[in-house]
């Protein structure tokens, strides 16, 4: 019982903490469309993308990223919305690295899918599917049956911050390679602040000072398998950002692959 007690406050301080940085990212870079001059940020110890080596990659006006899975579908995260039904509110930028290009291709939300068990980005189920309205012509991003595809290093991408207490003014994207973290160490190292890291519908990955971070939400983590990029997982959330002993915490596509698609035909 007392133990109980103590893991709930500590999830509540995490809960806060998560909350508080992501409402942060969230509010400097509510509207990267319509050029505003947001705060944009990027993940921590990357690189700049080359122009189109990530060419499903989106940008989400909430401050989350997508990759497209059919030519009017994003994958994102279900924490990056506000449920399923219909939603215009949802700017969407696509077909190039820096926001501000002018080749920027844009699109808006029609409607949401959000999975229907999700409850909050700690417990699973953290994706959701948004309808756009109209079809973008770029290549689009495989969905991973799991096995080899979740092994080995992975790259992840995204427009959100360098670091956990970065509010840098950036706009182009950033990649990383991050090791995987076996399910077990992952959760080990969350239980210790409370935290109980749902396995089967996570994948964990990141080391010291390579890591996503607040604003990279939704975005893909990917692995080039047989010369074809599939998306194993989507940033979910972590304690902090790049922390040594504290991966970032991706949803399992692979779990998911099957509701992902029967969802993304019925927004097709
Ligand atoms: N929840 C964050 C967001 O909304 C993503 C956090 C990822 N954190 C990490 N350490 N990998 O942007």
Known sequence: MVRKVASLVVLGVLASVLTASQIAARAGDASPATGSAPPLREVVGGDLAPEGRFPWMVRLSMGCGGALTAPRVVLTAGHCVSGSGEDDSIGVVAGVTNLKSTEAIEARSVSVIRADGFRGETYGDDWALIRLDRDIDLPLLELS???????????????????????????????????????????KAYDKVGVELVKEESICAGKRGVDTCQGDSGGPMVRKAGGRWVQVGIVSWGLGCARKGYPGVYTQVSTFRADIRAATRRLS
């Open 145 to 187: 049956h799991g096995g080899s595809d979740e092994k080995g290093p992975m790259t992840v991408l995204g427009w959100g911050q360098t670091s956990e207490n970065a509010l840098r003014q950036e706009k182009r994207l950033r990649y990383a390679s991050v090791p995987v973290v076996a399910d077990g160490d992952c959760a």
